[in-house]
Protein backbone atom coordinates (compact mmCIF):
# COMPACT_ATOMS: atom_id res chain seq x y z
CA UNK A 1 0.00 0.00 0.00
CA UNK A 2 1.58 3.08 -0.70
CA UNK A 3 1.77 6.48 1.57
CA UNK A 4 -0.98 8.02 -0.20
CA UNK A 5 -3.53 4.90 0.11
CA UNK A 6 -2.54 4.63 4.12
CA UNK A 7 -3.38 8.57 4.38
CA UNK A 8 -6.84 7.61 3.11
CA UNK A 9 -7.26 4.96 5.10
CA UNK A 10 -5.92 6.05 8.27
CA UNK A 11 -8.57 8.89 7.68
CA UNK A 12 -11.04 6.54 7.31
CA UNK A 13 -10.43 4.84 10.44
CA UNK A 14 -10.18 8.15 12.12
CA UNK A 15 -13.67 9.37 11.65
CA UNK A 16 -13.31 10.90 8.18
CA UNK A 17 -15.96 9.97 5.94
CA UNK A 18 -15.03 7.34 2.50
CA UNK A 19 -15.30 11.15 0.39
CA UNK A 20 -13.30 12.76 2.74
CA UNK A 21 -10.75 10.07 3.35
CA UNK A 22 -10.16 9.81 -0.35
CA UNK A 23 -10.56 13.62 -1.65
CA UNK A 24 -8.34 14.92 1.44
CA UNK A 25 -5.72 12.48 0.65
CA UNK A 26 -4.63 14.61 -1.97
CA UNK A 27 -4.66 17.97 -0.47
CA UNK A 28 -0.92 18.34 -0.83
CA UNK A 29 -0.74 16.14 -3.70
CA UNK A 30 -3.00 18.91 -6.26
CA UNK A 31 -2.67 21.77 -3.58
CA UNK A 32 -5.79 22.17 -2.12
CA UNK A 33 -6.58 23.79 1.71
CA UNK A 34 -7.39 20.30 3.68
CA UNK A 35 -9.79 22.03 6.32
CA UNK A 36 -12.28 23.01 3.23
CA UNK A 37 -12.22 20.46 1.20
CA UNK A 38 -12.71 18.18 4.17
CA UNK A 39 -15.89 20.07 5.03
CA UNK A 40 -17.17 20.05 1.45
CA UNK A 41 -17.19 16.94 1.16
CA UNK A 42 -19.01 16.12 4.29
CA UNK A 43 -22.12 15.54 2.79
CA UNK A 44 -21.34 13.19 -0.19
CA UNK A 45 -20.77 10.32 2.77
CA UNK A 46 -22.94 7.03 2.70
CA UNK A 47 -23.56 7.75 -0.44
CA UNK A 48 -24.62 10.89 -0.32
CA UNK A 49 -25.94 11.68 3.16
CA UNK A 50 -25.88 8.25 4.30
CA UNK A 51 -28.23 7.26 0.87
CA UNK A 52 -26.09 4.74 -0.56
CA UNK A 53 -26.00 5.82 -3.65
CA UNK A 54 -22.88 6.20 -5.34
CA UNK A 55 -19.98 5.09 -3.17
CA UNK A 56 -18.37 7.89 -1.09
CA UNK A 57 -14.86 6.60 -2.26
CA UNK A 58 -15.75 7.39 -5.87
CA UNK A 59 -17.18 10.42 -5.08
CA UNK A 60 -14.05 11.15 -3.36
CA UNK A 61 -11.43 10.18 -6.43
CA UNK A 62 -13.87 12.31 -8.61
CA UNK A 63 -13.74 15.24 -6.44
CA UNK A 64 -9.65 14.94 -6.66
CA UNK A 65 -10.07 14.52 -10.86
CA UNK A 66 -12.23 17.45 -10.68
CA UNK A 67 -9.44 19.44 -8.35
CA UNK A 68 -7.03 18.20 -10.46
CA UNK A 69 -8.69 18.24 -14.21
CA UNK A 70 -11.55 20.20 -13.92
CA UNK A 71 -12.51 23.78 -15.63
CA UNK A 72 -12.44 27.08 -13.76
CA UNK A 73 -15.47 27.99 -15.98
CA UNK A 74 -18.38 27.77 -18.03
CA UNK A 75 -15.79 28.66 -20.84
CA UNK A 76 -13.62 25.97 -20.69
CA UNK A 77 -15.16 22.83 -22.02
CA UNK A 78 -12.38 21.23 -23.07
CA UNK A 79 -11.48 21.19 -19.30
CA UNK A 80 -14.92 19.45 -18.37
CA UNK A 81 -14.92 17.09 -20.85
CA UNK A 82 -11.97 15.60 -19.69
CA UNK A 83 -13.02 15.85 -16.09
CA UNK A 84 -16.33 14.21 -17.16
CA UNK A 85 -14.34 11.47 -19.06
CA UNK A 86 -11.90 10.98 -16.03
CA UNK A 87 -14.51 10.52 -13.48
CA UNK A 88 -16.45 8.20 -16.05
CA UNK A 89 -12.98 5.99 -16.74
CA UNK A 90 -13.33 5.72 -12.42
CA UNK A 91 -16.70 5.03 -12.06
CA UNK A 92 -16.79 2.62 -14.84
CA UNK A 93 -13.53 0.79 -13.12
CA UNK A 94 -15.27 0.30 -10.10
CA UNK A 95 -18.49 -0.91 -11.65
CA UNK A 96 -16.52 -3.38 -13.44
CA UNK A 97 -14.10 -5.11 -10.60
CA UNK A 98 -16.89 -5.07 -8.01
CA UNK A 99 -19.97 -5.41 -10.04
CA UNK A 100 -21.39 -2.01 -8.74
CA UNK A 101 -20.81 1.41 -7.89
CA UNK A 102 -23.47 2.11 -4.70
CA UNK A 103 -22.77 1.69 -1.10
CA UNK A 104 -26.20 -0.52 -0.72
CA UNK A 105 -24.97 -3.44 -2.75
CA UNK A 106 -21.31 -2.99 -2.35
CA UNK A 107 -22.34 -2.83 1.81
CA UNK A 108 -25.31 -5.57 1.72
CA UNK A 109 -26.36 -3.11 4.80
CA UNK A 110 -29.05 -0.42 5.45
CA UNK A 111 -26.73 2.48 7.11
CA UNK A 112 -29.19 4.77 7.58
CA UNK A 113 -30.34 2.89 10.46
CA UNK A 114 -27.87 2.43 13.70
CA UNK A 115 -28.71 -1.18 13.47
CA UNK A 116 -27.13 -1.45 10.02
CA UNK A 117 -24.40 1.07 11.14
CA UNK A 118 -23.73 -1.51 13.71
CA UNK A 119 -24.03 -4.38 11.79
CA UNK A 120 -20.95 -2.70 9.64
CA UNK A 121 -19.06 -2.61 12.59
CA UNK A 122 -19.64 -5.60 14.22
CA UNK A 123 -18.94 -7.59 10.84
CA UNK A 124 -15.63 -5.28 10.00
CA UNK A 125 -16.54 -4.29 6.40
CA UNK A 126 -15.86 -0.80 7.45
CA UNK A 127 -12.11 -2.56 7.37
CA UNK A 128 -13.02 -5.23 4.71
CA UNK A 129 -15.60 -3.37 1.97
CA UNK A 130 -14.83 0.62 2.67
CA UNK A 131 -10.76 0.62 3.52
CA UNK A 132 -10.34 -1.82 0.23
CA UNK A 133 -11.93 0.24 -2.42
CA UNK A 134 -10.56 3.88 -0.64
CA UNK A 135 -6.95 2.07 -1.04
CA UNK A 136 -8.43 0.82 -4.61
CA UNK A 137 -9.64 4.40 -5.97
CA UNK A 138 -7.18 6.34 -4.43
CA UNK A 139 -4.65 4.28 -6.87
CA UNK A 140 -6.93 4.72 -9.85
CA UNK A 141 -7.13 8.84 -9.14
CA UNK A 142 -3.00 8.88 -8.43
CA UNK A 143 -2.35 7.19 -11.74
CA UNK A 144 -4.82 9.55 -13.80
CA UNK A 145 -2.95 12.14 -11.96
CA UNK A 146 0.28 11.00 -12.30
CA UNK A 147 -0.26 10.89 -16.00
CA UNK A 148 -1.49 14.09 -16.21
CA UNK A 149 1.86 15.45 -14.48
CA UNK A 150 0.61 16.73 -11.18
CA UNK A 151 2.92 13.76 -9.60
CA UNK A 152 6.48 13.66 -10.49
Same mark, same amino acid.
Do not use: P, W
Given at each position: ??????????????????????????? %?? #???????????????????????????? #??????????????????????? &????????????????????? %???????????? =???????? &? =???? %???? %??? #???????????? &???????
Amino acid at each position: MTDLQKKAVALHTGGSGCTQAVFCAFA %DV #IGFDFATAHRFATGLGGGMGRCQLVCGA #ITGGILALGAAFGNNSGADLDAK &ELSYAKASVLVKTVEKEYGCN %DCQNLLGIDIST =EEGRARVK &E =EGLA %DEVC %DKL #IARVVELVYTEL &EAGGFIK
